[in-house]
């Protein structure tokens, strides 16, 4: 998933990371843009500050605690962004989705554990001008019937 995620990015210079958890893209996104990660649990904040701490270029990843789901990065606040990527928990990402499709982000990585909620959320954002060019399925828990989708978009 990554490996998708930072091929689809490739050149983007500033990349939001929305439902970041505790950094899975975002600290590999921050070895060739700056990353802004949003994050609604308080631990999985602490914890990417701390990884990011650590790192070579530790300026290029700002974390803030944020329920997008209550309040998602409106219009304005996507303006400076190259790339947004989003990795919602299973009941998707309606209320940012609305808000990525009024957006002039060039490029939108979407990763789901719920095909069901990625296909509404990917839906707003086609009403909104985007264009699906992959979705990516990746069967990632061998034993169980979960699938994991990565999705990329590009206006």
């Given at each position: 998933?990554?490996?998708?995620?930072?091929?689809?990015?490739?050149?983007?210079?500033?990349?939001?990371?929305?439902?970041?958890?505790?950094?899975?893209?975002?600290?590999?996104?921050?070895?060739?843009?700056?990353?802004?990660?949003?994050?609604?649990?308080?631990?999985?904040?602490?914890?990417?500050?701390?990884?990011?701490?650590?790192?070579?270029?530790?300026?290029?990843?700002?974390?803030?605690?944020?329920?997008?789901?209550?309040?998602?990065?409106?219009?304005?606040?996507?303006?400076?962004?190259?790339?947004?990527?989003?990795?919602?928990?299973?009941?998707?990402?309606?209320?940012?989705?609305?808000?990525?499709?009024?957006?002039?982000?060039?490029?939108?990585?979407?990763?789901?554990?719920?095909?069901?909620?990625?296909?509404?959320d990917l839906r707003t954002l086609v009403d909104g001008g985007?264009?699906?060019?992959?979705?990516?399925?990746?069967?990632?828990?061998?034993?169980?019937?979960?699938?994991?989708?990565?999705?990329?978009?590009?206006?």
């Amino acid at each position: 998933m990554a490996d998708i995620v930072l091929a689809a990015t490739a050149g983007a210079k500033r990349v939001a990371d929305l439902y970041a958890g505790v950094g899975t893209f975002a600290l590999r996104l921050a070895r060739h843009a700056t990353v802004h990660a949003a994050e609604g649990d308080a631990g999985a904040v602490a914890a990417l500050d701390r990884a990011a701490r650590t790192m070579t270029g530790r300026s290029r990843i700002t974390a803030e605690r944020r329920d997008l789901g209550r309040r998602p990065l409106v219009e304005k606040e996507l303006e400076p962004f190259d790339a947004v990527v989003f990795d919602p928990p299973r009941t998707g990402a309606p209320e940012q989705s609305g808000w990525l499709a009024k957006s002039t982000v060039k490029t939108v990585v979407a990763v789901s554990c719920n095909p069901a909620t990625l296909a509404r959320d990917l839906r707003t954002l086609v009403d909104g001008g985007y264009r699906i060019e992959s979705v990516t399925p990746i069967d990632q828990f061998l034993w169980s019937s979960h699938v994991e989708v990565v999705a990329v978009l590009r206006r």
